[in-house]
């Protein structure tokens, strides 16, 4: 029996990078902390998995430390914005329903960015 191959990136040494916020949105400013917060995340490559939970795949910890950087410099006024890394694996593991329907976690993509 051959060797099942080895993946080219360990699922344990890759993490996910997790933004979780709740911002007000009740005045003008607000609503603009919030949109610029909001844009940030996408431009750095963010997705979106639910309304204000944004997260995105790095090769590794030390990969993430700059994005993570710019969102504590970015963070708006108001609020509350929680940053979690949790490994590929962990992330995998993770249980999705739309509805009572199971779907999957999201993937590591196909390609890396390199913004």
Known sequence: MGRKP??????YASVWLIAM???????????RDYRQFHDLLISE?????QFSIYARYFQSEEASEARRHRLRVNLPP?????????TDHQFGKMEV???KLRAEP?????QLSLF
Not at 6 to 11: G, I, K, L
Not at 78 to 86: E, I, N, T
């Open 6 to 11: 080895r993946p080219a990136m360990s699922e």
């Open 21 to 31: 916020f709740d911002l007000p949105v009740k005045e003008r400013e607000e609503k």
């Open 45 to 49: 490559g963010f997705l979106r998995l």
């Open 78 to 86: 108001g609020g509350q914005v929680r940053l979690l890394s949790v």
């Open 97 to 99: 329903f739309h509805g």
């Open 106 to 110: 999201e993937r590591m993509p196909e």
